[in-house]
């Protein structure tokens, strides 16, 4: 039976010989696909990657609510102004 210090040695040497194994097969496979790249001549937009990250943009949300006295509105997002606390809020609906 093999000792401790005999198995962490044969341990250690195989993962070595993975990390090389890995190197090797991973050096061939970008070495095959940039073969076809250039063989077919694909572009990044066409394997799906971009160049430029798309920009999400928040839309203006639509006004509900309005202030009759000075014309402030509010979606009925986020914080309600002060105008319209502990108010019926039903009084100041926009009818559209």
Known sequence: MATYKQLTAQLEKLHKDV??????????????????????DITA??????????????????PKYRNPKTGETWSGRGRSPAWL????????????
Do not use: W
């Open 19 to 40: 990390a090389a194994a890995r190197e090797k097969e991973i050096a061939q496979a970008i070495a095959d696909i940039k073969q076809k790249v250039a063989e077919y």
């Open 45 to 62: 937009e066409e394997l799906g990657f971009t160049s430029k990250r798309a920009v999400s943009r928040k839309t203006a949300s639509v």
């Open 85 to 96: 606390a502990g108010k019926n809020r039903e009084r100041f609906l926009i009818e559209s």
